[in-house]
């Protein structure tokens, strides 16, 4: 068996590291839509929106994000849960359309133990994927190379999901 020490985690996973008390997704909400692309946000609708992941595993990771502060599925109204799932549909195409994945993953973590990071507001993730797109530069060098900034990636993807998943 193999051991991989990576004491630089300690901080952060024994909580020594202070996290803001603000929802970055509120935060981001709140922010003037003018600013939409320093904020990484590719689309707005009434009840939910979409921002590319700050962090992504792939070129294209999205989260679908309602506008209301929830933790759970069930605390969403039957409207902002359609609309979440009409935006899993827009983006999907869009993933697509624009990058075409062999696959997409779409997850949804409730919880930290669930692999939440933001866990007080829920967000589903939208990853497109490829075969061999994990290789050893994420396995054994715990590094992503990403073959466009996010500045392509939000310029890529703005003109298909700018205006909702009504449209």
């Known amino acids: 068996m193999e051991y991989w020490f990576r004491p630089w985690r300690y ?6 590291i202070a996290r803001s008390t603000e929802c970055l997704f509120c935060a981001l909400l709140q922010g003037d839509p003018a600013q939409d692309r320093a904020g990484l946000i590719v689309g ?8 590319l992941n700050r962090f992504p595993y792939n ?8 506008h209301r502060h929830a933790a ?3 605390e969403l109204s039957g ?14 195409a869009a993933l697509e359309q624009v990058y075409r994945p062999e696959g997409i993953n779409v997850g949804l973590n409730l919880g930290r ?11 589903v993730h939208m ?3 490829w075969n061999g797109d994990t290789n050893f530069m994420t396995v054994m060098a715990e590094t992503r190379v990403l073959p466009e900034t996010l500045e392509q ?5 703005r003109p298909l999901l700018e205006r909702g998943p009504g449209t």
């Open 79 to 92: 409207a902002e849960r359609s609309e979440l799932m009409a935006w899993l549909a827009k983006v999907e």
């Open 127 to 129: 990853v497109p994927r």
């Open 59 to 66: 070129p294209g990771h999205l989260m679908v994000v309602p």
């Open 44 to 51: 707005r609708a009434p009840r939910s929106f979409v921002v």
């Open 11 to 16: 901080p952060y996973v024994s909580g020594q």
């Open 72 to 74: 759970q599925l069930g």
């Open 113 to 123: 133990p669930a692999g939440a990071g933001i866990e007080a507001h829920l967000h």
């Open 153 to 157: 990636t939000w310029e890529r993807l």
